[in-house]
């Protein structure tokens, strides 16, 4: 191996090397202070603190090359598998440079650095032992990969000598299976030998901080390649440096200036105001009144940044009167999604800034049409308004499972969303009719107010989402919206939580059956089937049962609710209100579907 490549055969063999007391605990112990002394690991190279190469372990280069990506913190599940690199993590947080949470569920536990990074910009490395644990959490990744989102995982895997059935190991004679499931799954690479490190976080760098479409980086770490012992130059590693700067820029000028009606997806609440005249709200199959007129009407569709998926443009039909499409993007496969599309790739934040400047010095101006235009999607916003505003009004319908009068899903969720936005709360919406529901009600005037994984519609996501509060460097708090069966998917955070410190509040809107799926029987065929049990949870009990957990009972009205809600705010730590929604064919339980 060259010196280029910052890799070199160390002048002892690792026995030798461990043998002379060259690379025990004490000396991982000094080099994790001399890093931290210098105030990091790239000061501690630039004044020769640390020498370089430096003769180290697999698993404590993969610490050191992370470090020097700025990954510091660790969400881990440890086993047989991964013992090795939970020592060095132990090391290292004892001076101060890195932290390990310990987590009871890995898909849970995925869905906590996916909401970190999303939420709170951070970058993580979930680490699991070999086998079962591994699955579940790259089943978890499922959502970054879905959303965009880059997070490390680092999974304990068989060893590179083949030498017979592990007892985690997938059970067949086949080289590298678990680095086969999760390269399908997401990009993936086998630390098959340490002299690979280099490439390994190069290409780790370049999948979890991709300027276009962000995901997760899977790391195999064979169990015999984690204690061997590698010579290597840390100047060498890649670290964040080297990405180019992303150009910033409002698409709310541009928007503007042109006259156009903006139509959101369901991930992209408060790119404009909620209020502002030109937001037409979600469009698409689940969306709004506005948004779908919006897409009806219009002759020219500038698409933004989209992935173009189902929810978005109705699977190709959503804008059926469109004649021209410009299409902004950076990833080179979704500026093409349109035929005859003027295809505008790079940047979307420095494409959108260049294009307002050129409206701006050839003096374009909004014409009568487009102001007549305006006019028409004004006054079908005010129909939405008018719409959702007769739901949140209506009389409590009587719900034959609760056998009483209770509030409907949206009337809940409004409240849910109007006391979240009051003191200034982030919303975390789990799948199903809540999340349906919820793009269709909240009012955000800001980008992340709302964070909904639309991306894979993944159950138990939002609850377990709420662990990155805490562990983010400046926490938010934040509000879980759960249906009763996506909280059952994940309720370890009700520990998790305790253990941590979080402080947050999960809202269980509890309709005792998955109304989005029976409300697709019912009206595609007529019939709901296998979609709702007669098995009652007492929530506020289950919840109660954790030492440290304030659980409520939401009430059935908006002013029981509002003042559960209130009660949750003020506790220090994890909160559960409970509340009975509708489920019915009342017209008014439900804020419809507007798109086709």
């Known amino acids: 191996m060259s010196d280029r490549d910052g890799l070199n055969e160390p002048g002892m063999d690792g026995a030798d090397l461990v043998r002379a007391g060259l690379n025990g605990p004490t000396q991982i112990a000094e080099r994790a202070k001399a890093i931290a002394k210098a105030g990091g690991l790239e000061r501690a190279l630039g004044e020769g603190i640390l020498p370089s190469p430096v003769c180290v372990t697999l698993a404590e280069a993969l610490v050191l090359g992370l470090l020097k990506q700025g990954v510091k913190k660790y969400l881990a599940i440890f086993g047989h598998g991964s013992t090795q690199i939970g020592e060095v993590l132990r090391v290292y947080e004892d001076a101060g440079l890195t932290r390990t949470f310990q987590f009871r ?126 010579s290597l130059s840390l100047d060498a590693l890649p670290s964040l440096g080297a990405l180019p700067p992303l150009a910033p820029a409002d698409d709310q000028v541009l928007a503007e200036r042109i006259g156009a009606t903006v139509v959101l997806a369901p991930g992209s609440t408060g790119v404009l105001p909620d209020a502002h005249a030109q937001n037409m709200h979600v469009g698409g199959s689940k969306g709004s009144i506005s948004g779908n007129y919006a897409m009806l009407e219009a002759e020219l569709l500038i698409a933004v940044g989209t992935r173009a998926v189902c929810q978005s443009d109705c699977s190709g039909i959503g804008y059926p009167n469109v004649r021209d499409v410009i299409n902004i993007n950076l990833d080179v496969d979704d500026v093409r999604h349109y035929n005859q599309a003027l295809a505008l790739q790079g940047d979307i934040g420095a494409v959108l800034d260049r294009l307002d400047h050129m409206l701006e010095r050839d003096g374009f101006e909004i014409n009568a049409a487009k102001r007549a235009w305006l006019t028409d999607c004004a006054a079908k916003k005010f129909v939405w308004r008018k719409f959702k505003q007769q739901r949140y009004e209506a009389t409590l319908p009587f719900d034959e499972v609760w056998k009483k009068p209770v509030l409907t899903q949206p009337q809940a969720i409004k409240v849910t969303a109007d006391f979240a936005k009051s003191v200034g709360a982030l919303k975390l919406f789990d799948a199903g009719d809540v999340q349906a529901n919820g793009f269709q009600i909240v009012e955000d005037d800001s980008p992340l107010d709302t964070i909904t994984e639309a991306g894979a519609s993944y159950m138990g996501f939002a609850s377990s989402a709420l662990m990155a509060g805490a562990l983010a460097d400046q926490p938010r708090y934040a509000i879980a919206f759960s249906g009763d069966g996506s909280f059952l998917m994940n309720p370890q955070i009700l520990v998790d939580a305790v253990a941590h410190g979080l402080r947050a509040t999960i809202v269980i809107f509890d309709n005792r059956r998955m109304a989005a799926i029976s409300a697709l029987q019912v009206a595609q065929y007529g019939k709901d089937f296998r979609t709702n049990d007669n098995v009652a949870v007492d929530y506020v009990q289950l919840a109660s049962a954790v030492s440290g957990v304030v659980a409520l009972d939401g009430g059935d009205t908006s002013e029981t609710l509002r003042a559960a809600l209130e009660q949750a705010c003020a506790h220090g730590g994890l909160s559960v209100v409970h509340v009975p929604v509708y489920a019915g064919p009342d017209p008014l339980g439900d804020m419809g579907a507007h798109g086709q």
Do not use: C
């Not at 990074?117 to 993580?124: C, F, I, L, T």
């Not at 990009?187 to 976080?201: D, F, K, V």
């Not at 370049?206 to 995901?215: C, L």
């Open 105 to 230: 569920n890995e898909v849970a536990m995925a869905h906590a650095a996916t909401a970190l990074r999303w939420a709170y910009g951070e970058v993580s490395a979930v680490v699991t032992s070999i086998g079962p644990g591994a699955l579940q959490a790259m089943a978890g990744s499922l959502a970054a990969a879905s959303n965009g989102i880059g997070v490390y995982h680092l999974y304990g895997d068989e060893t590179t000598h083949g030498e017979g059935y592990n007892m985690q190991q997938v059970p067949k004679p086949l080289q590298g299976a678990y680095a086969m499931i999760t390269g399908v799954m997401n990009r993936s690479y086998t630390l098959h030998t340490p002299e690979a490190l280099r490439e390994a976080l190069r290409q780790g760098i370049a999948t979890v901080h991709h300027p276009a479409k962000p995901g997760p980086f899977t790391l195999m770490l064979p169990i015999n390649t984690q204690p061997q012992l590698v």
